[in-house]
């Protein structure tokens, strides 16, 4: 099934405490109902869906009156590229982001999967990363060599603003409403200047 791009499309959401960037990768253990049958109807499908933040309310829902939880407007596509099941009878799959999009109006199926019709925002465009960033991309050197990092066996461009930029605004020790901050610029440049001025805040918090 291939993906339509532009226009609104309908998309199962997966209302997460994280954020996904494109070209990251994400575990998740899967075990409520309504998210077995959404990974397997992906996977005979070959689609993915969307991860995108919570605003408010939980991801685990045990009472079955209590609201789905609302979402930030910006969330990122996923697909699943690898899956396994666990010891602890868990579903265990890897995810990687794909492109974003905005949320335009969201709704529950009778198995209270949260659904979404979502539009897709432009590619961002490639850009050098400017030696003001040489520090950060450093920086992401090091990060990249840690054991846990490298089994995730991600793709990093460090030429690349746009690369660079999404690695590292999902390895900062940063709360998750600044990471959808980071999310939702288009400009790599941009999404540079503020990572690194957090990244001096948490250098200067740790003296």
Known sequence: MVLRMQGRTELPLFPLGNVLFCGGRLPLQIFEPRYIDMISACTKSNTGFGIVLIRQGN????????????????GTYASIVDFNPLPNGRLGIISEGGPKFRVCRTWEKDDRLLMGEVEFLPEEN??????????????????????IIQRLGLEIDFTDARSV?????????VDPETKQSLLQMQIPRER???????????QGSSR
Do not use: N
Not at 126 to 147: K, S, W, Y
């Open 59 to 74: 991801e685990v829902r045990t009472d079955k009156d209590e609201q789905a939880p609302s979402v930030f407007d910006v």
């Open 126 to 147: 490639a850009a050098e990363i400017g030696e003001q960033f040489q520090p950060l991309v450093v920086i992401l050197r090091r990060l990249a060599e840690d054991p």
């Open 165 to 173: 930029s999404w690695r590292l605004a999902e390895l900062l020790p």
């Open 192 to 202: 540079l200047a503020e990572i690194k001025r957090l990244v001096a805040k948490l």
